[in-house]
């Protein structure tokens, strides 16, 4: 499955923002769909994961309860809601599918987005 992610920029702390990712070439509701992120100087961290259907999501323990993880299987499309964004939320973020995956799953995926930027800065 091949994988768009698109929906980034600069922020102020306290903001929203989503992020999307489409995906194509595959059977979408097949993937376990993930975000994972890259601060700036730092490794790539886990996010969070959506189960196939859309009715199970986790969240890393740094964005639960400001992010959420969506999914449209009709659309193609995966989804993460930022609410009350801080600066340490600034990163490169990447959406990422697994194949009959699950939602605690944070090794190696089959398939990676390109990446999108955002900053949060005042």
């Known amino acids: 499955v091949q994988l768009q992610a698109c929906g980034g920029g600069l922020v102020q702390p306290g903001d929203s923002l989503r992020l999307s990712c489409a995906a194509s070439?595959?059977?979408?509701?097949?993937?376990?769909m993930a975000w994972f992120r890259r601060p700036p100087g730092k490794e790539r961290e886990f996010v969070g994961a959506?189960?196939?259907?859309?009715?199970?999501?986790n969240l890393a323990e740094s964005v639960a309860g400001r992010f959420t993880i969506s999914r449209d299987n009709a659309k193609n499309t995966v989804y993460l809601q930022m609410n009350s964004l801080k600066p340490e939320d600034t990163a490169v973020y990447y959406c990422?599918?697994?194949?009959?995956?699950?939602?605690?799953?944070?090794?190696?995926?089959?398939?990676w987005g390109q990446g999108t930027q955002f900053t949060v800065s005042s």
């Open positions: 990422a599918a697994k194949f009959m995956g699950n939602i605690y799953w944070k090794g190696e995926y089959d398939s």
């Open positions: 070439g595959r059977t979408f509701n097949n993937y376990n």
């Open positions: 959506i189960s196939r259907s859309g009715g199970s999501t």
